[in-house]
């Protein structure tokens, strides 16, 4: 069965300490692995794709790799707007998106 | 910048009601998508639509719900009877022939 694991549920940081999001996934045939940004009450905001191991993408403080069974998030030097739940989902075959618990990250100035 | 847009934004109805959610997708976009996100859980995979038909649903997607494009740009959601486990935001996406989906909004509904 295809699955998508977040870690940890929650991670809280002070403003500059950078860390790692992982999200372990199990699926037959990866079409894409992607990263999503949820804050409360709104609809999850798009941030990368990945299609295959090895790829990297970064978009201001953020890093997303992907390997065979996981990808990561990296955040560089947080600041306390990128507080919020961090989602991961992936896409095997055919139409369904698969997304994980999220990973809800705090960071204190 | 061309977003999914999503109405009512809020709905409260009684147990047993049917309900319309309403979606615009972004103009170009061919696929379309309907997910769950029950309060504090994860998000679910409801139904896609592409080509005027359902191309996958899961198995939340029972007999009480159904999708429908009326034109061309309207994405809807029918509960026909409601039930209070229906209480949930509920999510349209759409995308072009890239894999990204691009999310609304949601509808928060909640059912008494």
């Known amino acids: 069965e295809d699955q998508v694991t977040q870690s940890p549920e929650a991670l809280r940081l002070q403003e500059g300490e950078s860390s790692s999001l992982n999200c372990s996934y199990t699926?037959?045939?990866?079409?894409?692995l992607f990263w999503y940004r949820q804050d409360p009450g709104k609809g999850p905001e798009f941030l990368f794709t990945?299609?295959?191991a090895g790829e990297e993408k970064e978009k201001e403080r953020l890093k997303a790799t992907l390997t065979k069974k996981e990808s990561f998030l990296h955040i560089t030097a947080p600041k306390p707007e990128d507080s919020a739940t961090y989602l991961c989902?992936?896409?095997?075959?055919?139409?369904?998106?698969?997304f994980g618990a999220g990973t809800r990250l705090f960071v204190k100035a | 910048e061309p977003e999914v847009t999503q109405t009512p934004s809020h709905q409260v109805t009684q147990m047993g009601q049917e309900v319309i959610l309403r979606c615009v997708p972004i103009s170009n976009h061919l696929y379309f998508y309907w997910y769950r996100q029950i309060l504090g859980q994860k998000v679910e995979f409801l139904v896609s639509?592409?080509?005027?038909?359902?191309?996958?649903k899961s198995e939340i997607f029972d007999d009480q719900f159904s999708v429908e494009r009326p034109d061309g740009s309207n994405f809807t959601l029918k509960i026909r009877s409601t039930k209070l486990e229906d209480s949930a935001m509920y999510f349209c996406a759409s995308f072009q022939g890239q894999e990204t989906q691009y999310f609304g909004p949601g509808t928060r509904l909640l059912v008494l």
């Open positions: 639509f592409y080509n005027n038909e359902i191309s996958e």
């Open positions: 699926v037959s045939g990866l079409r894409g």
């Open positions: 990945l299609y295959s």
């Open positions: 989902a992936v896409k095997a075959g055919g139409f369904k998106t698969i």
